[in-house]
């Protein structure tokens, strides 16, 4: 029905009502796979014609198994190159994002030094601020029309405490080679107009892109320089030489498997409303293509789309239902966060709801088995858009036997066909892990709102790499 749906009231004196869309509840598709849709209906492809072979076979059609196929190209326009999908291409998390991306979140370079040493971590960190430029840079060169806008990351602070935590951020990040600006509530207000702005901090590596378009576009581009890509054909094995689908048999010197497994690694949550007009924006001064964020720890995300509508999403320990592709209580905050960034008495109809789960962390894991000819690319977390380009084009340099920069990362194994797979009691704790991170989150909120001071718990919840 098309009835009220309450959210709470706003920042000031009138309630922000919110209402489903015309049709009943919102959609669970993810917005992107709509709009690529009203802009031009795809047909899936065919499925492989029984057994074929080819001189690299990608399993995996999302965003890091397309750009793999499309570097290899690049290296040697000659190679044969097959794309497998057991789906249609950008089905899964690469076609379900929340609409931004960008190098992802700096804490990580923490972990990456205890491990490998602090000029490893910047090393990373740099080649993943390259990678937001270097998807840019090929959407612009093929002439993929994705709706790309880099504006950067606004992170406001409400309370002295948030604000407090986001300087400290802000000169952790400088420390590993990022550039974070602090600003002032002045600032904040050329941006966004947030109620109840404090201050806040400027991350220029993130931006907004229409996932979906940027997935089709790139079939189009490998097609059109000779690749093969398949759809609706599952691969069943992946071994020295060949990969089974369900469709026949891939004989190939080298295979990829982009179909991102690794560890669980929770859900990220989003929701659209419908297109927004011209006052309302100019109300909510938020600029194109800068994705803003609020200062808690798990923080919620919003951006304005290409058809100007309001998209905000929020990360949780919890999968999305089977069902429905949402968490209910997911769903309930960014309604609550949507009423806070809506002008009093606003009525915005919410279209869209959806949901996906990921796994991996907050950087990439892959490698290459030269005596098995198999390399593989991990779930590359939740900004897989950018760290999906950098697995791509260091998957591509593994396979054709270039040594580089890229292929000694910290994050690049060689010599086993596959990272250890995670036994059930793994993937149980794993998902423990994350959701005592989450709880971190709420008590960490929860503290600095009671002292007014930076939690002490921020550690606990900076293992999460959510920022």
């Known amino acids: 029905m098309d009835g009220a749906h309450e959210a709470g009231a706003g920042p000031g004196d009138g309630a922000v009502v919110l209402r489903w869309s015309s049709d009943g509840e919102p959609s669970s598709r993810s917005l992107w796979a709509d709009l690529a849709d009203a802009a031009g209906p795809r047909p899936a492809r065919d499925p492989l014609d029984g057994d074929t072979t080819a001189d690299v076979v990608v399993v995996g059609a999302g965003l890091t198994g397309l750009w793999t196929a499309y570097y290899l190209l690049e290296a040697d326009p000659a190679l044969d190159v097959l794309v497998v999908e057991q ?16 190098a992802g979140p700096a804490a990580a370079a923490a972990r990456i030094a205890a491990e490998h040493g602090a000029d490893a971590a910047r090393a990373a960190r740099a080649a993943l601020r390259d990678a937001v430029v270097e998807v840019g840079g090929v959407a612009a060169a093929e002439q993929v029309d994705c709706d790309l ?15 407090a935590r986001l300087v400290a951020e802000a000169e952790s990040a400088r420390a590993w080679g990022d550039e974070a600006e602090e600003l002032d509530a002045d600032d904040v207000g050329t941006l966004a107009r947030v ?49 089974v689908t369900d469709q026949g048999t891939v004989r190939a010197p080298l295979a990829v498997r982009a179909t991102g497994d690794g560890a669980p690694a929770g859900a990220r949550h989003a929701l659209a409303t419908e297109p927004l007009p011209a006052d309302v924006w100019a109300a909510v001064g938020l600029r194109r293509g800068v994705v ?9 995300r919003a951006l304005r789309s290409a058809d100007d509508r309001l998209v905000l999403s929020l990360r949780t320990a919890r999968r999305p239902a089977a069902v429905s592709g949402r ?19 606003v009525t915005a109809r919410t279209t869209h709801a959806w949901g996906v789960a990921l796994a991996g962390g907050p950087v990439p894991a892959l490698g290459f088995d030269p005596g098995t000819g198999i390399a593989w690319a991990d779930a590359t977390g ?80 900076g293992a999460a790499g959510e920022r």
């Open 87 to 102: 789906d249609v291409a950008g089905a899964g998390a690469s076609g379900r994002t929340g609409g931004w991306y960008g």
């Open 149 to 163: 806008a880099v504006g950067g990351l606004l992170t406001v602070a409400r309370t002295p405490a948030q604000l």
């Open 195 to 243: 109620p109840g702005a404090l201050g806040g901090t400027l991350v220029p590596d993130i931006g907004r892109l229409q996932p979906v378009a940027l997935v089709r576009g790139l079939v189009d581009v490998l097609t059109a320089h000779g690749a093969r890509v398949v759809e609706g054909t599952r691969a069943v094995r992946l071994s020295p030489g060949a990969v």
């Open 292 to 300: 803003l964020a609020d200062g808690t720890h798990r923080p919620v």
């Open 327 to 345: 968490d209910p209580a997911a769903v309930r905050r960014l309604h609550r966060a949507l009423a806070h960034l809506l002008p009093d008495g």
């Open 382 to 461: 939740d900004d897989g858009v950018a760290a999906g380009n950098l697995a791509g084009r260091t998957l591509a340099d593994l396979l054709t036997g270039s040594d580089g920069p890229l292929t000694r990362l910290p994050w690049v194994t060689r010599g086993a066909t596959a990272r250890p797979r995670a036994s059930a009691a793994h993937r149980l704790a794993d998902r423990a892990a994350a959701a005592a991170r989450a709880g971190a989150a709420a008590l960490a909120d929860r503290e600095e709102r009671v002292t007014g001071r930076p939690s002490r718990l921020a550690g606990v919840v």
